[in-house]
Antibody
Framework: EVQLVESGGDLVQPGGSLRLSCAASGFTFSNYEMNWVRQAPGKGLDWLSY????????YYADSVKGRFTISRDNAKNSLYLQMNSLSAEDTAIYYC????????????????WGQGSLVTVSS | DIQMTQSPSSLSASVGDRVTITCRASQSISSYLNWYQQKPGKAPKLLIY???SLQSGVPSRFSGSGSGTDFTLTISSLQPEDLATYYC?????????FGLGTKLEIK
């Protein structure tokens, strides 16, 4: 059974840093690309970042570029999100999600999601 | 960035009704369109990928159609457990933007 379990969410002061982790099991983690998506309280889904299977390619939303860093450790079956210079606007539930592809065009979609980890930025 | 516009933002329907949610992309995205369901307090769940492919385990009352800029998610016969917010997402280009969601309520 595919499982993604986020951890590391906490209350942090504005300007602070936090690192989220996502532990993967039930599939060959090193074969899959991964993503982070967040959801502010009462709001919609907000795609944040992507990393390819060996970690050599990453992408970010403009809202977090330069502040957040996605990484992975395939030996530990783990995905990470290092978050710096946090502000109140970063308060959200953070989800990791597995990237799958379909068809000859390899159309991407997010087929498995973790349960989320809450980050609260407040003084 | 590609903008995804969903409509309606909310709707109320009765059990057994046919429900349609639409999603429009600000530019052509071919079939790079996915639909997710999020029940209250839960993580999102994939329903439809590549515009019209039903994810394994998802009931057949859910279907998706469209290509280019206009897409629809249809629930053929609404069930009580379909109470949720539904999101479309484009995966044509970075950033992989979501629509703002459609909150579905059961009358």
């Amino acid at each position: 059974e595919v499982q993604l379990v986020e951890s590391g969410g906490d209350l942090v002061q504005p300007g602070g840093s936090l690192r989220l982790s996502c532990a993967a099991s039930g599939f060959t983690f090193s074969n899959y690309e991964m993503n982070w998506v967040r959801q502010a309280p009462g709001k919609g889904l907000d795609w944040l970042s992507y990393i390819n299977s060996d970690g050599s390619t990453t992408y970010y939303a403009d809202s977090v570029k330069g502040r957040f860093t996605i990484s992975r450790d395939n030996a530990k079956n783990s995905l990470y999100l290092q978050m710096n210079s946090l502000s109140a606007e970063d308060t959200a539930i953070y989800y990791c999600a597995r990237d799958e592809r379909a068809g000859g065009q390899r159309l991407p979609f997010l087929d498995y999601w973790g349960q989320g980890s809450l980050v609260t930025v407040s003084s | 960035d590609i903008q995804m516009t969903q409509s309606p933002s909310s709707l109320s329907a009765s059990v057994g009704d046919r429900v349609t949610i639409t999603c429009r992309a600000s530019q052509s995205i071919s079939s790079y369109l996915n639909w997710y369901q999020q029940k209250p307090g839960k993580a999102p769940k994939l329903l439809i990928y590549a515009a019209s492919s039903l994810q394994s385990g998802v009931p057949s009352r859910f279907s998706g159609s469209g290509s280019g800029t206009d897409f629809t998610l249809t629930i053929s016969s609404l069930q009580p457990e379909d109470l949720a917010t539904y999101y479309c997402q484009q995966s044509h280009s970075i950033p992989r933007t979501f629509g703002l969601g459609t909150k579905l309520e059961i009358k």
